[in-house]
């Protein structure tokens, strides 16, 4: 079946620098890979989309690169700051509608 | 636009009880979602529905945990008897026809916190 890892250590980030959040998986390549966030007491809430033909997706401070040969998706967030402090879920879309989920990296960004 | 309502957001009962979560869908929504999410792990889908009918529940344990959504809007997750082991946020989420869109966008509820004693 397919399995998702992501950091399983918690980061710990300097403001202003960048974040590099990793998800790897295994067996088959997603059609889409997605990633999501979520805070304290709250659902996840969408963030960025990449399929599996593209190679970097952006949007604002974040970037997404995906790489099926080596089946890893990163996840950047430049310019950090510390209202980016959540945690970051990863989640692999195989066929229209259903999605696997990361067990997810919490990030804190310090002033 | 309203977003995923859900009910109670807290809920503590002592195992072999039974309990129920309520989840409103954003309007216009046909794929509803139920995921449990133990504390340290992601999201693990429970139920998917397509409008009111059942499209993946495979990782439902069917002998304990019911569901059902009535006329492919609301929806309702059952827990009887409940365990230790079922403590844990379960979410509820909702995202357009998958024929309609080209990728599927979760928009998920708060979720309902559940402990059992």
């Known amino acids: 079946s397919q399995k998702i890892e992501q950091n399983s250590e918690a980061l710990n980030i300097q403001e202003g620098k960048t974040a590099t959040l990793t998800c790897n998986y295994t067996?088959?390549?997603?059609?889409?890979l997605q990633w999501y966030r979520q805070d304290p007491g709250r659902g996840p809430v969408f963030l960025l989309l990449?399929?599996?033909?593209?190679k970097e997706k952006r949007k604002e401070r974040l970037k997404v690169t995906f790489d099926t040969t080596l089946k890893q998706s990163l996840f950047h967030i430049t310019a950090s700051q510390p209202a980016d402090s959540a945690t970051y879920l990863c989640?692999?879309?195989?066929?229209?509608?259903?999605?696997?989920f990361g067990s997810g990296t919490r990030l804190s960004i310090r002033p | 636009e309203a977003g995923v309502a859900q009910s109670p957001r807290y809920k503590i009962i002592e195992k072999r009880q039974s309990v129920a979560f309520w989840c409103n869908p954003i309007?216009?929504?046909?794929?509803l979602y139920w995921y449990q999410q133990i504390l340290g792990q992601g999201p693990k889908l429970l139920i998917q529905?397509?409008?009111?009918?059942?499209?993946?529940d495979s990782q439902l344990p069917k002998d304990r945990f019911s569901a059902e959504r009535l006329k492919g809007v609301d929806s309702t997750l059952k827990i009887q008897p409940a365990k230790l082991e079922d403590s844990a946020v379960y979410l509820c989420?909702?995202?357009?026809?998958?024929?309609?869109?080209?990728?599927?966008?979760?928009?998920f509820g708060p979720g309902t916190r559940l402990t059992v004693l």
């Open positions: 989420a909702s995202s357009l026809d998958p024929g309609k869109v080209s990728y599927n966008e979760q928009f």
């Open positions: 067996n088959y390549s997603p059609a889409y």
């Open positions: 990449i399929r599996e033909n593209e």
């Open positions: 989640a692999l879309e195989r066929s229209a509608s259903k999605i696997i």
């Open positions: 309007s216009g929504h046909a794929t």
């Open positions: 529905f397509q409008n009111n009918g059942v499209v993946d």
